[in-house]
């Protein structure tokens, strides 16, 4: 049987739990023992580049279940010749390769002139898997994308050499990771922090014939170059868009390339040039971050249990937040989620506490057996006939703050605390 030639490309969350079993999938389909490696160049400029590399490295033993070496070569300009030797060895001999973080033009810039380009492209016409995500996969295309120099230090938008290794499935295109990335909040920051203005800049420039190929967050388009198909898998879509006109398939659809391309589609929505768009919530954005949606999750179940004076309830919340956190203490993308998990771990253990300190009981239930009591004595002077003691009865529970009401079906009380609120 012959070795599978697959590209996986992932638009993030490489390390996250929501691809664990992608992962875990692409592995079963390399084979039993399968070497896998790892390359740490696009991180490579990094001042922690070993903490990422250990974070992946354990990732994908612990979550996945597969060990993983890493292929080092972090500046061509400084790498010995034997630091080469051996990248290049361990490349050629895995039939799983990884990619992720970092700056795409920085490790294009590292992987040009050197034997990189072409080891990569023999598991496309020779049998392997490679798997690259977020920065890694931006060199993919046919063109990349110089994400950082135009979003962050304000450089034309313009497109560099990349990889080219889609061109082994058939397809001429631009690869677009983060494609429905929502951290601009007011701002646009589609497809990969261009934004739909800057994107059509980009667009007019592409080589005539090239496409994009848009990857969302959390989500792994599978080119199986073989069968000429491509799956998703994940969260969110897989889109192809060309001169502006776009298709979508999402988990777990599987097309033909063929028709991936085909010259049909709709036309997005058209943003003026200066527009941003609308205001979202998380539970609007189709790719918002899983992982704080699972932490306000857990938050809305704390504080409903708080709520209900269920200390229980606000443990087992609690618990699943910090589950949560630890799950995706591996993902190597760098945000503020952690830190607002912390936030909100802390904000939950003191509201545990002060209903710890009220007491789990609501005020009723107190005085209940009290007031029960009570109204029992009450009936039965009634029964009685001792209406005046009935009376006095009810006066001392109602300067109490406890209201008696009469009906043919017997008495029923309430607190006045709850009756005004």
């Known amino acids: 049987m012959s070795a599978p030639r697959l590209l996986a490309i992932i638009g993030s969350g ?7 079993s992608v992962h875990a999938a692409l592995f079963e389909r390399a084979g039993q023992g399968v070497r896998a490696v790892m390359l740490d160049t696009p991180f490579g400029f990094q001042e922690n580049a070993d903490e990422i590399a250990a974070r992946t490295v ?21 790498a010995t010749p034997l630091e080469y030797e051996r990248m290049c060895a361990l490349l050629a001999e895995a039939g799983w390769v990884f990619a992720g973080p970092g700056s795409p033009t920085y490790a294009l810039r590292q992987w040009s002139g050197t034997r990189v380009p072409e080891l990569l492209a023999g598991k496309m016409t020779g049998g392997g898997v490679v ?15 110089p994400v950082y120099e135009i979003y962050k230090v304000g450089a034309a938008a313009q ?6 290794l889609v061109r082994h499935a058939g397809l001429r295109a631009a690869v677009i990771p983060h494609y429905n990335n929502a951290e601009g909040g007011t701002h646009d920051t589609r497809y990969c922090y261009m934004g739909e203005r800057r994107l059509r800049v980009l667009e007019a420039s592409l080589p005539e014939g090239c496409g994009i190929l848009g990857v969302d967050e959390h989500t792994a388009c599978i080119i199986d170059v073989a069968a000429a198909s491509l799956s998703v ?13 776009e298709r979508h398939w999402r988990a777990p659809e599987e097309v033909p390339l063929q028709e991936v391309t085909s010259p049909t ?8 040039r200066d527009a941003a768009p609308p205001p979202t919530t998380t539970a609007d954005i189709e790719g918002a971050d899983p992982f704080m949606e699972e932490v306000n999750d857990q938050r809305h179940a704390a504080i409903t249990a708080l709520a209900a004076r269920d200390p229980d309830g ?13 799950d995706w203490s591996s993902d190597t993308l760098q945000s503020d989620g952690p830190d607002r998990a912390r936030e909100a771990l802390r904000e939950l253990v003191v509201r545990l506490a002060e209903l710890a300190r009220a007491g789990s009981v609501t005020p ?12 029992r004595l009450r009936e039965q002077a009634r029964a009685q006939g001792r209406f005046a003691d009935a009376d006095a009865l009810r006066e001392t529970l109602l300067a109490n703050g406890v209201e008696v009401r009469d009906s043919a079906a017997g008495s029923t009380w309430e607190m006045e605390t709850a009756r005004r609120g």
């Open 233 to 245: 898998r994940g969260r969110g879509r897989v889109t192809w868009r060309i001169n502006g006109v």
């Open 364 to 375: 009723r239930q107190r005085v209940a057996p009290f007031v029960d009591a009570l109204l």
């Open 265 to 272: 589609g709709t036309a997005p929505a058209t943003v003026a």
């Open 314 to 326: 606000v443990a087992a919340a609690i618990l699943a937040m910090e589950t949560a956190v630890h």
């Open 131 to 145: 798997v690259f995500s977020s920065a890694a996969a931006v060199g993919l295309g046919e063109v990349a994308l």
């Open 159 to 164: 497109w560099v050499a990349g990889l080219d």
């Open 14 to 20: 490489e390390t996250a739990p929501t691809m664990t």
């Open 58 to 78: 354990a990732y994908f033993h612990d979550s996945v279940g597969h060990d993983v070496e890493v292929a080092s070569f972090r500046d061509a300009q400084t």
